[in-house]
């Protein structure tokens, strides 16, 4: 039983991270139609960024409190990270937009490879994995029988704010209601006097921010970093916003939590399952077999909002 | 691209001659650069073997607009067929099997005789390329089946997914039946052998390969076996898109819903498209597997995909001179990069600033996305009254409601 809850803490740990990433998905696909492939690696430039912002305030600063280190990353990160993507849209996709369907995906690819050489080609950054500084005290939390450690439980409150935040935004202000009437028909949205174009760039910026967020606590949670770290948990929260219903943000973060869990539970569990055949690495196989399966099984997800082959 | 053409249904002799001419400089090559090193004509050996995966990449993007970013997963099944049937691997997975059922492993000795125990299975090319081009078909079915119903985007993220899969599964197979070798991978992969003729060369003379009283460097013996391959799937990918199968491929691509009202049956289609691609990215993986003496997960990376997904865009989606185009450029000019920029950047500097790799990574990048915004349909699209090419405007499908 304690193995089972600390599965599951595991799992909500990672899910909340894939639900931050997964929301950036979702929203650009809500209102664009459009994968951002390069979404994964905004991730990892928020982790870089986040990263060199640690450093200086480590040779500057010296004996800051942790958590104030942390938190001063974060928010370095993230106007970082919106930059990029708002660059990644008026490069890449704004150009494309009324092109067929493979062309945008095409390029989003070559920018995500863009975005990759850049930070290995930095003297700064380069091609090995770099050591995240670990800010919060090592000693775990017990819940019931299981562990956590501040870290992660840092990164469960903050998931949580920014999607409470986000939901605010989307459903009380003024620019979600614009969001919503681009995702529901472009053209009369614009007839209506919605500026379209900000509404795009208003949701590239914020779907960077959560991944920006997100890359931060993923290096602070693992303690290492990668230019090409942020393609497998790209595709997995691509999972979950697919899991969740794309274009719908309620699924993502469903989405999200359950395939952290899901995944988490798997890894746990699946060397008795299959008799000692199969062992834990294959953790990362779960979330394409999901993937796989949601879309011929239920391909509106599980909120439900769009069909997933309207390609 | 004036003087040479491969128009052969408007311009017969023009193209005739200048296959003729590309076909004399392909044969007299070798010869001239194996002068230079033979790492040149190996950089060469391996542009051919990615020519023939952009050709049948080529197959599944170009002619079905079916978006595979896994199909380095193909290639990666070739090679490791080749690694299990063509090295001592199998007495590995033998031992493996026999720790883990007794039975089992007596079978297989008893089916294949006393010594696999030691020696493992070493086929001979002549079955080894058929079989992997079947397997790898298989595998390309059997991606192909869960995703008969997605398009576009989705299916991307799928075969992304599943090429990763198949990586996870080279990496961890090996454990408790060694089938793979896991991370080390398979070494001492027997070298091709055509009749009786190796083609590394036999013990003790320097990787020469004789034919007759005639001797020339290994590396060039595999390149006029490539290069034959090469020419046999370009005949073979041409024919395809010419033929009543291809032009299904293309009706699909152009408008699914149309292709089938018009009584194409979309599933198989499909379906072939994946298998027949796979089949090539196969066959290539045989002979790099043969060629390398060595597999190993590394190889067969989200990065090699890409770079296959690359030289098929850069040259021209769906149009086979511009892709083989695409493949030279892409796989060749990074290494000569390789043996040119670094050392340039060590005497000016003193130190290398960019590494080669970097460069490479670059190079793919700016090649998709600068071809994508500025000539979507390539470097060297197909003319168009050969079919459309992919740039063909679709501009009202966006608002288009759901498609099933």
Known sequence: MDTFIQQILNGLVLGSMYALVALGYTMVYGVLNLIN??????????????????????STFPGLPGGVQLAIAILGAIPVAMLVNILIERVAYRRLRNAPRLAPLITAIGVSILLQTFVMAMPFWGRSPLPFPQLLSSDPIMVGGAVISQTQVLLL?????????????????????????????PRVAGLMGVDSNRVIVSTFAIGAALAAVAGVMWGANYASIQFAMGTLPGMKAFSAAVLGGIGNIYGAMIGGIV????????????????????????????????????????PSGIMGERVADRA | MALLTFDTAHKPRQSYASMAILLAVMLVFPFVASQFGNSWVRIIDMALLYIMLALGLNIVVGFAGLLDLGYIAFFAVGAYLTGLLASPQFAALLESVVNYSPAMGDALVALFGESIRTEGIHLSVWFIVPLAGLVAALFGALLGAPTLKLRGDYLAIVTLGFGEIIRIFMNNLNDPINFTNGPQGINLIDPIRIFGVSLAGEAGSKATVFIGGFGMPSVNAYYFLFLLLCIVTIFMTSRLQHSRLGRAWVAIREDEIAAKAMGINTRNVKLLAFSMGASFGGVAGAMFAAFQGFVSPESFSLTESIAVLAMVVLGGIGHIPGVVMGGVLLAALPEVLRHVVEPVQQSLFGKVLIEAEVLRQLLYGLAMVLIMLNRPAGLWPSPIKEDRPVAATDKEEKEESAVV
């Open chain 1, 37 to 58: 492939f390069a979404h994964g690696d905004v991730l990892m430039i928020g982790a870089m960024v986040g990263l060199s912002i640690l450093r200086m305030l480590d």
């Open chain 1, 157 to 185: 409150v903050l998931a949580a704010l920014a999607m409470l935040l986000l939901v605010f935004l989307v459903e009380k202000t003024k620019m979600g209601r614009a969001m919503r009437a681009v995702a529901e028909n």
């Open chain 1, 259 to 298: 395939l952290g869990i899901i995944e988490s539970l798997g890894a746990g569990y699946i060397g008795d399952l299959t008799g000692g055949f199969l062992g834990s690495h294959y953790q990362d196989i779960f979330a394409f077999v999901v993937l796989i399966l949601v879309l011929t099984v239920r």
